[in-house]
């Protein structure tokens, strides 16, 4: 960006995308409320609406995009020391490229999913009191768990992804009777 000049609107957007997200991590009950049980429901549907047929993530797929872009970029800066091309004009143009780039992901990222992580969680969500724990209890809970969760377990090892996901989705139907929000439609495992 030239001196004397006003930034373009995309860094101004950007930076205040930023800023409103940053500021609403603060507040875990307002991204409950609004995000959480608001905006993202829909936007889960949606993607779970065009993604579910995928037999693999999409998300695996992104990560492979960015590097393959990071292997090219490499490449760009590898082949600009080689030929002598780092200038000032250069460095300028492309670290405000990535940061363009990297500002726009968070954006995205936090968007479509990430806000999730400063939500109340699902002790907020079931009414439970939180208290601290010795790692002692931690690790009779988890003890305890895993002897459940094998007791349970099917004698035959090979159930298969169809089985399991019948069972996941019987699962589903039945705790959404008690909990809603557990209850995404489409369903997709």
Not at 85 to 108: C, D, E
């Amino acid at each position: 960006m030239p001196k004397g000049k006003w930034p373009d609107r995309s860094w101004i957007l950007l930076l205040a995308g930023v800023v409103l997200v940053r500021l609403s991590t603060l507040e875990p009950q307002w991204v409950e409320q609004f995000y959480s049980s608001g905006v993202y429901p829909f936007i889960a549907r949606f993607f779970r609406a065009v993604t579910s047929w995928v037999p693999f993530s999409v998300g695996d797929l992104i990560y492979v995009a960015a590097i393959i872009w990071l292997a090219r970029e490499l490449a760009r800066w590898v082949r600009a020391i080689r030929a002598r091309a780092l200038n000032k004009s250069w460095l300028l143009i492309r670290i405000s490229n990535y940061t363009r780039v990297f500002l726009s992901i968070y954006l995205i990222f936090n968007v479509l999913w990430g806000l999730n992580y400063n939500r109340t969680g699902i002790a907020g969500q079931l009414g439970l009191t939180l208290e601290d724990s010795s790692d002692v209890e931690l690790f009779r809970l988890t003890e305890a768990l895993m002897a459940k969760t094998n007791q349970f377990r099917p004698q035959d090892p090979a159930i298969g992804f169809e089985h399991s996901a019948e069972l996941a989705q019987m699962a589903y139907t039945t705790s959404s009777s008690k909990y809603p929000f557990l209850a995404p439609r489409p369903f997709s495992l």
